[in-house]
T-cell receptor
Framework: SQTIHQWPATLVQPVGSPLSLECTVE??????LYWYRQAAGRGLQLLFY??????ISSEVPQNLSASRPQDRQFILSSKKLLLSDSGFYLC??????????FGPGTRLTVL | DAKTTQPPSMDCAEGRAANLPCNHS???????VYWYRQIHSQGPQYIIH???NNETNEMASLIITEDRKSSTLILPHATLRDTAVYYC????????????FGGGTRLMVKP
């Protein structure tokens, strides 16, 4: 069966510091991968999605970037965090455009 | 993707069926109806989806009206662990079709 992992689970970072969040999927090949952000009390915002290694589509301009160095690894990064980057970051996977399955999330607090 | 309308909150007695309604009057012919739920501080959990026929799985049943403008998620025997926010989403099945979560319905299952 397929599983999706995210780490870290929680993170507290100062403004201006770098960020690296990792997502890995097991039990499937060539998945579509997604990064979402959920601000407190709000819905999900799609940040990036990837249909293959090295292929990244950005949905919202921001100071975040994503990379897919391996088939089942998706990384969300920032060179300098802003206060507004705080939120709950969710990684999801799907087979082609089918049902998306979410990971446990990373709660990021920028101080 | 089409918008959905859900009641903000509902209560249900433990052991009884929970019927969660959703209106999606602007749904287009190739859009599916998806249901997810999110327990506080966890990633959204996929429940069920359908196009036009009713669907059932081990978690729930999905009833879609013939005109596809509304649907109902049925949890046949609600338990306390079913307390969560339930999201009804309509989307196409392409890789770039994001999941747009609205406010959802906060279901409270009471003993």
């Amino acid at each position: 069966s397929q599983t999706i992992h995210q780490w870290p689970a929680t993170l507290v970072q100062p403004v201006g510091s770098p960020l690296s969040l990792e997502c890995t999927v097991e039990g499937t090949s060539n998945p579509n991968l997604y990064w979402y952000r959920q601000a407190a009390g709000r819905g999900l915002q799609l940040l990036f999605y990837s249909v293959g290694i090295g292929q990244i589509s950005s949905e919202v301009p921001q100071n975040l970037s994503a990379s897919r160095p391996q088939d089942r690894q998706f990384i969300l990064s920032s060179k300098k965090l802003l206060l507004s980057d705080s939120g709950f970051y969710l990684c999801a996977w799907s087979v082609h455009g089918d049902t998306q399955y979410f990971g446990p999330g990373t709660r990021l607090t920028v101080l | 993707d089409a918008k959905t309308t859900q009641p903000p909150s509902m209560d249900c007695a433990e052991g009884r069926a929970a019927n969660l309604p959703c209106n999606h009057s602007t749904i287009s012919g190739n859009e599916y109806v998806y249901w997810y739920r999110q327990i506080h501080s966890q990633g959204p959990q996929y429940i069920i989806h359908g196009l036009k026929n009713n669907e059932t799985n081990e978690m729930a049943s999905l009833i879609i009206t013939e005109d596809r403008k509304s649907s109902t998620l049925i949890l046949p025997h609600a338990t306390l662990r079913d307390t969560a926010v339930y999201y009804c989403i309509v989307r196409g099945n392409n890789a770039g079709n994001m999941l747009t979560f609205g406010g959802g319905t906060r279901l409270m299952v009471k003993p």
